[in-house]
């Protein structure tokens, strides 16, 4: 990615400002040999100076540095960024994924941080409510990224989730003629700029903040693992499959619990649960019939069984016995059940 040595390029860079001003930097961006770096008000209280002091210390620092014949030397350093940049983005990527593609190593991407700060060939906007912090070389095309990701993530329903496939779908349509200048990689670096969509654990995209995308615990993974299943499943195997796929510890009471505590799920069968959202109604058997019937009017024995076994896991003879209950149904002469008056 790169072909420069970073710690070597900010070295030389720092050696034109004085002891202080150096030392600022050196503190405030991470450059010595820890990844740490300070906040204006703990370099201010090591020189007994003021937060404001600090920063404008910061920002004679790197002008000098900027106005410095060294700076001029070290262009190609900068045209190397500004190719990092386009080829990663298109012109347009977020700071971490930047950071990230160059180097894993925490101390050389603060070195590389300091060195896109100083670029001028390149611009960086600051994290928001809406994106991450993120570099660009062309302002039209980071406008009209950042448009199209909200236009996504107004087009998403608060717990929708969708896949990969989906999401960059919805993303070129935003996009328009920009989606074909690019390949698919780029798109998905685009999306990570973004704040309001975010992507689950198994891949899946949606609202950052809904728990379908932002897991937290157990309920969450449990919502997962059973729309993934698609099917109702039991409390034993869904706490089986949380283990399996995400690993994360899942005590079989516990993940019971949990389902029984949150709407999402219904209880269809003998430790079985379902997606609310799959269309399934709440309440033992009767409860059932009762909503059928009174939705569907007379239906016979048959009838009523075959709707009940789309809600419910349950016997043909359980439905029977509780369609007995005189004092919630009715046989009629025709052999149809209605609701006792």
């Known amino acids: 990615m790169i072909t420069f040595k970073p710690k070597q390029v900010t070295k ?12 600022v930097l050196e503190k405030r961006y991470g450059l010595g040999n820890d990844a740490e770096k300070s906040t204006l008000e703990s370099i ?6 003021t937060r404001e002091r600090v920063r404008q210390i910061e920002n004679y620092g790197l002008n000098s540095i900027q106005k410095s014949d060294i700076y001029k030397e070290f262009q190609p350093i900068f045209d190397e960024l500004t ?23 925490p101390i050389l991407r603060n070195h590389i941080y300091f060195l896109l700060v100083l670029g001028n060939l390149f611009y960086r906007n600051k994290e928001n409510t809406s994106y991450v912090h993120r570099w660009y070389t062309e302002k039209k095309i980071a406008d009209l990224v950042e448009k199209a990701l909200k236009n996504v993530y107004k087009g998403l329903n608060r717990d929708e989730l969708i896949s990969e496939d989906e999401v960059l779908s919805r993303f070129k ?5 920009l989606a074909d200048k690019y390949d698919e990689q780029v798109l998905k670096r685009w999306l990570l700029i973004s704040k309001e969509i975010g992507r689950n654990p198994l891949g899946e995209w949606g609202h ?13 993974y449990a919502y997962l693992v059973v729309k993934r299943h698609g099917s109702p499943m039991h ?6 499959a949380i283990e399996e796929l995400f690993n994360h510890k899942a005590h079989t009471a516990t993940t019971h619990n949990e389902l029984i505590k949150d709407d999402r799920f219904v209880l269809v069968g003998r430790g079985l649960y379902a997606l609310t959202e799959w269309g399934y109604s709440a309440g033992v058997v009767k409860d059932v019939l009762r909503d059928i019937i009174e939705k ?12 009940v076994r789309k809600e419910r896991y349950v016997k043909d003879n359980t ?13 009629l002469a025709n052999g149809t059940y209605v609701l006792a008056e």
């Open 235 to 240: 409390f034993r195997e869904v706490a089986a």
């Open 208 to 220: 950052a903040s809904s728990p379908n995308v932002r897991v937290k615990g157990i309920r969450d």
């Open 44 to 49: 201010g209280q090591t020189y007994g100076i």
């Open 173 to 177: 349509s935003e996009l328009i003629d």
């Open 296 to 307: 569907h009017g007379p239906m016979t024995r048959e009838e009523i069984i075959d709707k």
């Open 83 to 105: 190719t990092a940049i386009s080829e990663l983005g298109g012109g347009l990527v977020a700071e971490h994924t930047l950071l990230e593609e160059i180097t894993d190593d």
């Open 12 to 23: 030389k860079l720092l050696s034109v400002l004085p002891d202080r001003a150096r030392d």
């Open 319 to 331: 439905i029977i016995v509780n369609l007995q209950d005189t004092n919630l149904f009715k046989r």
